[in-house]
């Protein structure tokens, strides 16, 4: 049976999948931290990771615990001081990378300090960082599963059982079948995200298809979006996931718009635009419809909420499937 992990009052494993997101700026910017916490809770994340580079950081992070309205997760590489010094700070939960933290009796300071604190760990391991561990060549799941292994054996050992797992990669299909094996070896709480997708359209595709693939098989508690872009379109995006799955209650207004063909109105592109600003923000859980032809206009803007149909002479304009206009 799977494990539960409390992160603060956050709870990972149980029905809900939780939505996080990453700090993207320099932790010494407390400020500048604390105001992307918000557009990310804004957005919708639970539960906010803070790079933690150096000691320097320590004071900031304990600031930014203190006041962030979300539990915070130290991101701890290289230094095992750092780990011990984030959970002195306040963090809630550690994520430690095994590749980079390998000396076991490190490790143990880290496990002690957590069980103190009841502190849980996620194991990440990155495809990126496997060179640490004296693989050469192509990565592969296999190789991912056995860094997972070799950690969690450690922390087993030591009667450590609050951990989350992740196992990340760029490429979609090795993500997809490492996380089904780990599904299959480990009982605890999974971490759901894709790395170093890339900006645009290739990191949104590479996202949406990995996570929403495993979340749709039933694998994954909590997920995090990576993009090169702000760390509130990350969790945007992860919420919207969430929501098109129904894994997640919509609570914003949903704006659908037909592709598009030689048919459309002219005033299509405008008409669109105006509304996504009127409207695309609010916090209202209702589907809007604008639709530039005859083709499915009735059938699309008559079943949403409120629909806009643009027609050659006219727009015709519908509240829950009745024209009013």
Known sequence: MKRKVYVGDVVIGGEEIILQGMAKSDTNDVDKVLEEIEDMVEEGASLVRVAVPDRKSIDALREI?????????????????????????????????????????????????AKEMKIP???GVNSGSIVYEGKKGKVNSDDLIESLKREVSILEKLSFKDIVLSAKSPDVMLT????????????????????????GEEGLIKSSIAIGYLLMEGIGDTIRVSLTGSSSD????????LENLGLRKRERVEI??????????????????????????????????????????????????YGIALTRGKILLFKKGVKIK
């Open 234 to 241: 990350e969790v945007r995006v992860g919420r919207l996931i």
């Open 121 to 123: 760990i996620r194991v």
């Open 256 to 305: 659908i718009a037909c592709p598009k063909c030689g048919r459309c109105n002219k005033d299509f592109d405008k008409i669109l635009e105006r509304v996504r600003e009127e409207i695309g923000n609010l916090k209202i859980p209702i589907k809007v419809a604008v639709m530039g032809c005859e083709v499915n206009a009735l059938g699309e803007a008559g079943q949403a909420d």
């Open 176 to 199: 997809i079948e490492t996380y089904r094996k780990m599904k299959e070896l480990f009982p605890y709480p999974i971490h759901l995200g894709v790395t170093a997708t890339g900006g």
């Open 65 to 113: 615990v203190k006041r962030s309205p979300v539990p915070i997760i130290a991101d701890i590489h290289f230094n095992p001081e750092l780990a011990i010094l984030s959970m002195d700070a306040g963090v809630k939960k550690i994520r430690l990378n095994p590749s980079n933290i390998r000396n076991e009796r490190d490790i143990e300071r880290i496990v002690n300090k």
